[in-house]
C-alpha cells in the first residue's frame, strides 16, 4: 500500500482548542506549532524523490558495472509502508469509552433535571430577606431553629451543642 501525499492536516484545530483546559494552553500552542512546523517542512519537499541520471554517472564512474549495480540494487529497493497494527485496539478504546460517555450524560442529566426541580423550589420561596422566622422554618424543617422540640445553643452549630462528640478526636481513656 503506498502512502498518499498529505495535503493538509487532518486536525480539526479550532475544535481541539475549545477543549484544551486554560492551565494548559501553552503546551497546547507549543504542540500545534511544532505540528505546523513539521507539515510546512513535508509539503516543502516535493511529492517525489528527483530521478537520478545514470547515464551521467556511467560515463564519470570508472569502475566497470559498478553503476549498473547500484542502478538494479535502486530499481529493486522498495520501503514498506508501515501496517497499520493499531487501529482496532483505537476503535474498541473508543467503542468502550462512548458508552461510558453515554452513561455520564445520562447522569448529568438526570442531575441537572434534580437540580432543575430544587431551583424552581427556591425560586418559588419568599426572598430571604422578606422570610420570617416561621416561613424560613415551613421552606427548610430539617436546618430551622425548633426552639420546643429540639433548643440548641448559640451559635446553634451541631459542634457547640452539649451533646456534641467529635468523630476526629482519639478515643478517651478512663
Do not use: C
Not at 493499531?86 to 453515554?102: G, R
Amino acid at each position: 500500500m503506498a502512502a498518499k501525499r498529505i495535503a493538509q492536516s487532518s486536525i480539526n484545530w479550532s475544535q481541539f482548542a475549545e477543549r484544551v483546559p486554560e492551565h494548559q494552553r501553552q503546551t497546547f500552542l507549543a504542540f500545534k506549532a511544532k505540528s505546523d512546523g513539521y507539515l510546512r517542512r513535508v509539503l516543502a519537499q516535493p511529492e517525489k524523490a528527483p530521478a537520478i541520471d545514470w547515464a551521467f554517472y556511467k560515463q564519470r564512474v570508472p569502475v566497470a558495472g559498478m553503476v549498473d549495480e547500484f542502478q538494479k540494487q535502486y530499481a529493486a529497493l522498495t520501503i514498506p509502508y508501515p501496517p497499520d497494527t493499531v487501529s482496532n485496539q483505537i476503535d474498541a478504546q473508543e467503542k468502550e469509552l462512548k458508552a461510558d460517555i453515554e452513561k455520564f450524560k445520562a447522569e448529568s442529566n438526570a442531575r441537572i433535571a434534580e437540580y432543575k426541580k430544587q431551583l424552581a423550589h427556591l425560586a418559588s420561596l419568599l426572598p430571604y430577606d422578606q422570610m420570617t422566622l416561621e416561613d424560613y422554618r415551613d421552606a427548610f424543617p430539617d436546618l430551622a431553629l425548633d426552639p420546643l422540640n429540639k433548643p440548641t445553643f448559640w451559635p446553634h452549630d451541631e459542634e457547640d451543642q452539649i451533646d456534641y462528640v467529635d468523630k476526629d478526636a482519639p478515643p478517651a481513656h478512663h
